[in-house]
């Protein structure tokens, strides 16, 4: 044996110092896991806590405005107000509107801007926009706003401004009124084509649809009334004749429209 360790001495020695090296180097990485493993728990018990952090109420509103950044530009530029200060007044009133917790956001905004603009209109720009648009813009406008206001019949109010401007009247469009809305014997106008689409599918949802008035012939008497030969009041039968007739052309748009849509569509020729 001895004489075997003597001849093997130097095979021996390497053998142990491989055998060192290797045990240490498993026990070197054993210590790094063991490290990296107790970071990992340490980040994921950070994480842990972090999602179970109640959110601040300014940390949720912010959070709102991002993800409804789009609605929110749009109806700026709807009713020409100022980004920043509807943000601000927003920041005010969306506990009461309880706004967070609601599907029908567009909604409860354009209510909310329409409800502000009559208690503070002087932070509203009224200038007239002149509506250069294509027709298939402002039906799809109508197809946006009847989404909203969904008890009025789309192809109904496509069919009336057709009848009453055909999306083309020079005279109309440049008060943005395809509607033919009218007040003191004038054409109401409007500052931009989407606000007066807008009101003309408010007008409808309020003044006719709201209150059981949901056919051409029942809307035409208040719309465009006239009276038969016993005296009673009725639609303007040529009306009601002109409107039908166009009520073919939208009784099957089926397009889905939201605002990428309708940002695709404005101002295109």
């Known amino acids: 044996m001895k004489k075997f360790i003597i001849n093997y001495k130097k095979t021996i020695l390497v053998c142990l110092f491989s055998m060192i090296m290797i045990t240490s180097l498993l026990l070197i990485n054993c210590n790094l896991y063991n490290k990296n493993n107790k970071n990992l728990i340490v980040e994921a018990n950070k994480m842990n806590i972090e999602s179970k952090r109640v959110l601040t109420e300014d940390e949720l509103f912010n959070i709102f405005l991002n993800k409804n950044d789009e609605l929110i530009i749009f109806l700026t530029k709807t009713f020409q ?50 509506c250069n648009d294509s027709k298939e813009y402002m039906v799809a406008l109508i197809k946006y706003f009847t989404e909203i206001y969904s008890n009025v019949d789309f192809s109904i109010a496509c069919a009336i401004a057709q009848i009453e401007s055909n999306y083309s009247a020079s005279s109309m469009l440049n008060k943005n009124n395809i509607f033919g809305g009218m007040s003191n014997g004038s054409l109401i106008k409007y500052k931009n084509i989407e606000y007066g689409i807008l009101r003309y599918i408010k007008l409808l949802n309020v003044g006719y649809f709201n209150k059981g008035l949901t056919t051409i012939e029942t809307i035409g008497k208040v719309y465009n009334p006239t009276y038969n030969s016993n005296g009673v009041k009725i639609a303007k039968p040529s009306w009601v004749k002109n409107v039908t007739n166009a009520l073919d052309e939208y009784v099957n748009y089926d397009i889905f429209v939201d605002l990428s849509v309708l940002n695709s569509l404005k101002n295109v020729e």
């Open 81 to 130: 107000i100022n980004k920043d200060n509807f943000v601000t007044h927003l920041k005010k009133d969306y506990n009461e509107m309880n706004i967070l917790n609601e599907d029908n956001v567009e909604l409860i905004l354009i209510e909310y801007l329409l409800d502000l603009e009559d208690k503070e209109n002087g932070l509203f720009d009224n200038t007239i926009i002149k």
